[in-house]
């Protein structure tokens, strides 16, 4: 099994110090976007060694990503010369160690220290999800049709599955007119109709039974098939789905239909993330207004509400100013308009997979990394830290 990987463009490099480590046994890529297709097919890699030509901006950018979306890969960074600044950067976006790239024993050293570092958290992950940990709700929502509320839903589920690493559950509340299946070009054999008869004594092998998987980490419950069938689900049906996916996921993201149904009330009854999505157009704004009015009747806590600026470049006279002050809520992301969203819903493959840097998977990861708890990068290399001082 290979652990390590070594992203370098330089040709020379990579023959010369991929030489100096061939005991390593480690696998070379050209580049940072041929990592990210080479860290899926191996997922028992846990260390990416970042080679000195790599462009610094994009390395951070990436490691930054990979934090959060990978926790248990450590980055490496290599050098030709270490300047403190560069430190300083590297260490706040999450990168483990800074060397330089002849420092044969240095490299050697921290690239050891790192997998060490990347089995004993391993270890312990895997020791909180036995313990009964419970998914995370994350329910995303528009009092209006048509702002993006499936576009965001499948992508922040692809985003906070992280290629696997966690396990995600995407249900389609969307009980007349839902788009997952379409938006993930699934088989719509199986839906939450099927779980109507299990009402009352729904179990994991029951929910399991009528759930279509996507890829690796990632499952959904599609909504029925024709829109009458969605009138049997009761408020009371999605409630005992919830709880019961709870204790086999990692998050729960609901997509919701257009209006606040009492199947919708349910689902924010139980979550922990509130995603509302505006677009800067006054009836939106107006409706998203009035449903956060209605979340503080709720009491639902105002912290843990994450509002998505959707299409935040269109062009209609409205400053983000101008939209916190209609929406009464701060604007946790803005996600600009472009083609390819449209192109990528046809296509049936969430953006953050087809394209993860994407100023549209952009805003999407980092909304994936909130729901996380991922607040600031300082506060994670603490935890790391904190971490490998009590080992
Ligand atoms: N940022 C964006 N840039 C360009 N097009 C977008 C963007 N976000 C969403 N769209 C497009 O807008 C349309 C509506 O998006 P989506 O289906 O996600 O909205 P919705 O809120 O789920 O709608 P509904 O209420 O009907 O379920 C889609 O065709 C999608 O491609
Ligand atoms: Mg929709």
């Known amino acids: 099994m290979t652990y390590y990987v070594y992203v370098e463009p330089d040709a020379e490099r990579r023959n010369t110090i991929g030489g100096l480590y061939s005991d390593f046994g480690f696998d070379i890529v050209a580049d940072l976007a041929d990592l990210e297709a080479h ?30 979306q990978r926790p248990l890969i450590g980055v490496l960074l290599l050098r030709r010369t270490l300047e403190p600044d560069v430190l300083a950067r590297a260490m706040r976006s999450g990168v483990r160690e800074v060397v330089e790239e002849l420092d044969v024993e240095g ?11 990347s089995k004993a958290l391993s270890t312990t992950m895997r020791a909180a999800s036995d313990q009964g940990q419970r998914a995370k709700i994350v329910t995303v929502f528009a009092g209006k049709g ?13 985003a906070l599955s992280a290629d696997g690493s966690r ?30 008869s299990m009402a009352g004594k729904l179990d994991e092998a029951g929910l399991r039974s009528v759930l279509t998987p996507y890829r ?18 009761s408020r009371e049906l999605v409630t005992e789905i919830l709880e019961v996916a709870r204790g086999m996921y990692d998050f729960i993201v609901l997509d919701t239909p257009p209006a606040v149904t009492d199947q919708v009330l349910s689902a924010l009854d139980l979550s922990d993330w ?35 600026f959707n299409r935040s470049n269109t062009e209609v006279g409205l400053t983000t100013d101008d939209v916190e002050e209609a929406v009464g809520a701060h604007l946790s992301v803005h996600m600009p308009s472009s083609r390819d969203v449209p192109l990528s819903v046809n296509r049936g493959v969430p953006m953050v997979l087809s394209d ?27 935890k790391i830290f904190a971490f490998g001082r009590r080992r």
Not at 108 to 116: K, L, M, Y
Not at 216 to 233: T, Y
Not at 287 to 302: A, K, N, Q, W
Not at 356 to 372: I, M
């Open 39 to 68: 860290l899926p097919r191996n997922p028992e890699t846990l260390l990416v060694m970042i080679g000195a030509t790599v462009d610094l901006d994009a390395a951070l950018t990436f490691t930054a990503y990979q934090r959060v």
């Open 107 to 117: 490299i050697r050293n921290s690239a050891a220290r790192s997998i060490d570092l």
């Open 146 to 158: 048509g702002c993006g509320k499936s576009v965001v839903a499948t992508n922040l589920a692809a």
């Open 167 to 196: 396990r995600v559950l995407l249900v389609d509340l969307a009980l007349q007119f839902g788009d997952v299946a379409i938006m993930l070009q699934l088989p719509p054999n199986r839906s939450v109709s099927d779980a109507i």
């Open 216 to 233: 690796p980490g990632l499952d959904a419950l599609l909504a029925p098939a024709s829109p009458a069938e969605g009138e049997h689900v």
């Open 274 to 308: 509130f995603v509302p999505i505006v677009t800067p157009d006054l009836p939106t704004l107006k409706s998203v207004r009035l449903t956060i009015e209605m979340f503080d009747l709720l009491e639902y806590p105002r912290d843990r509400r994450l509002v998505v």
């Open 356 to 382: 993860p840097t994407h100023p549209v998977s952009l805003a999407v990861r980092k909304l994936a990394d909130r729901c996380a708890g991922v607040t600031s990068s300082q506060e994670s290399r603490r």
